[in-house]
Every structure is written in structure tokens, then in C-alpha cells.
T-cell receptor, first 115, second 111 residues
């Protein structure tokens, strides 16, 4: 049973380019969370999605960032016109259902470097 | 967001037990206590969770105080692989019930 898969593991972009980060949840999981970890800082919640719906995007920057989780395929975190401050590790997590007692399963992240 | 307080860092010796404390004095009756850990260059890993009773699994034990205002994660025999940042998180009712990470406790395990 494969875990949460994120790709690419490392991504280098020049300022102004677009970054697309992909997350394939565990089999049977329909809930996805995205987190960002800046260097030497803690994990910050960005967005929570269920299939085809954004449930909570309270942690998403208001501009340049978007997320989707289509009916088929992985969840995508898209960052347009990247800036140096976007350099961070981006983690996604999945769960089979909604609930406070349900653990989240995390991937090993995509490390984005903006040059 | 419900707050937890953990020591910034702790040290242990290999093959000895480790007790990682967490204070959560503002916990409410429906909040779950979750523990995750993050090894270097990896994503967070679920360790254990509980509501009121003590819990055991293959990784660790969770001891919850009777008033639920504190809890302790117990690693029974620390190994070098247990060196990580350990996060104690309250998962509260309402909204997306997301995990809100604090700074955690950085555990160093000495050989």
C-alpha cells in the first residue's frame, strides 16, 4: 500500500516562473491537506480539499497560489510568478475521511528553490 | 487555535525511556490530542493520538492527565532513529479540523 506520493522531490524555478507541485494521496483517501515549511520554521497549514472541492483555504496567500483536487488524478498546488520567498518545503497529507480522531498521512514533500 | 506548550529540546540516551511532556491547559472536552514527529528531511509522521484514556501502540504510549490539561508521549526504548522534532497538537472541533503545528520538541538521542 503506497504512501502519499509527492513529485517532484526537488524543483528549481527562476523568479517569475510557475511551479506545479503534485500530490497523490494514499489509495482510498479523498481528503488532502497542503502545508508549507519555510527554512528553520514550523509547518503552516495552507489548504484543505476534498475531491473537487476546496473546504478551507484560510492559510493560502491571496495571490499567486491556487490548489485543486480533481475527480481523477493528483492534487495540484500551483504557484504562479514565483518569488524567492516561496522557497520552502511543501508537504501534502491525506486521510480517508473527515474527523478529529483520524490521523493524517504525510508525503516527504517537494523542496522548491527559487533562484 | 488551541495552544500547546512543549520544551524546545530534550536529550536522551539510546535504549533508555523518553518522556516528552506537553501542556494544553485550554483543552476542551472534544479536543483530541495528537502527536506527530518529523525526522530530518522528511514529512511529519503520525505517532499516536488520544481523547481521555491512555493509549498504546507499537511506536509509543500516550499518558493523558486526569484533567486533560497535560499529556506525555513515552518512547519506551529510544533508538537513534527516534531523533526528530516531536509535535503535540490539539485537534479541535469545527472548521476543517486541521492540524496546527507549533514549534515542537527537538529530541536528540545519544549513542
Amino acid at each position: 500500500n503506497a504512501g502519499v506520493m509527492q513529485n517532484p522531490r526537488h524543483l528549481v524555478r527562476r523568479r517569475g516562473q510557475e511551479a506545479r507541485l503534485r500530490c497523490s494521496p494514499m489509495k482510498g483517501h479523498s481528503h488532502v491537506y497542503w502545508y508549507r515549511q519555510l527554512p528553520e520554521e514550523g509547518l503552516k497549514f495552507m489548504v484543505y480539499l476534498q475531491k473537487e472541492n476546496i473546504i478551507d483555504e484560510s492559510g493560502m496567500p491571496k495571490e499567486r497560489f491556487s490548489a485543486e483536487f480533481p475527480k481523477e488524478g493528483p492534487s495540484i498546488l500551483r504557484i504562479q510568478q514565483v518569488v524567492r520567498g516561496d522557497s520552502a518545503a511543501y508537504f501534502c497529507a491525506s486521510s480517508p475521511e473527515y474527523g478529529r480522531e483520524i490521523p493524517l498521512h504525510f508525503g516527504n514533500g517537494t523542496r522548491l528553490t527559487v533562484t | 487555535d488551541a495552544k500547546t506548550t512543549q520544551p524546545n529540546s530534550m536529550e536522551s540516551n539510546e535504549e533508555e525511556p523518553v518522556h516528552l511532556p506537553c501542556n494544553h491547559s485550554t483543552i476542551s472536552g472534544t479536543d483530541y490530542i495528537h502527536w506527530y514527529r518529523q525526522l530530518p528531511s522528511q514529512g511529519p509522521e503520525y505517532v499516536i493520538h488520544g481523547l481521555t484514556s491512555n493509549v498504546n501502540n507499537r511506536m509509543a504510549s500516550l499518558a493523558i492527565a486526569e484533567d486533560r490539561k497535560s499529556s506525555t508521549l513515552i518512547l519506551h526504548r529510544a533508538t537513534l532513529r527516534d531523533a526528530a522534532v516531536y509535535y503535540c497538537i490539539l485537534r479541535i472541533q469545527g472548521g476543517s479540523e486541521k492540524l496546527v503545528f507549533g514549534k515542537g520538541t527537538k529530541l536528540t538521542v545519544n549513542p
